[in-house]
């Protein structure tokens, strides 16, 4: 539920559904539509309730149409794609709710053998390159010969 039309894309109206309010008060969602969370999750049927002073997310619905699991911890919870494992969001408990944060996609990089000749030299705190060229996997990295020997 949200209580913000701005959130919802492809919304159409509904005749009135009828949602009790956390003060008691009664009031009908005029309008459902699809909400976007970040990092790509999308929920439909999200209904529009106009005095809804927050968004409200159904982990029912987020179970079913993410296809996630949720796990509760007593201070953060994360929700996790079921085929691949991959974290696919996450909350934090604040004041008894977890409030939603989306996850910043992942980056991997790859680096050319020099440039890990290089960095490992600069790991074990700048030692003779003949002696970072005995590690494994790095030994077949070949030292620049423009390269500085002294750092």
């Not at 970040?38 to 179970?63: A, F």
């Not at 691949?84 to 989306?102: F, M, N, P, V």
């Not at 390159?129 to 494994?136: C, D, L």
Request: proline share 3%; hydrophobic share 35%.
């Amino acid at each position: 539920m949200t209580g913000t039309l701005e959130n919802l894309w492809e919304s159409r109206a509904l005749d009135g559904y009828p949602v009790g309010l956390p003060n008691g008060e009664l009031v009908l969602a005029n309008k459902e539509g699809s909400v976007f969370l970040d990092g790509g999750l999308k929920l439909e049927n999200v209904l529009y309730v106009p005095k809804l002073n927050c968004n409200l997310i159904s982990v029912s619905q987020l179970t079913d149409e993410a296809k996630c699991t949720v796990h509760f911890t007593d201070r953060f919870c994360a929700m996790q794609d079921h085929t691949s494992r991959t974290l696919i969001g996450a909350g934090e408990r604040k004041d008894g709710h977890y409030w939603y944060r989306g996850v910043s996609g992942m980056k991997a990089y790859q680096i050319n053998a020099e440039d890990q000749l290089e960095i490992w030299h600069k790991r074990m705190g700048h030692p003779a390159y003949q002696i970072v060229e005995k590690i494994p996997n790095v030994s077949n990295a070949h030292r620049n010969k423009n390269t500085n020997q002294t750092c």
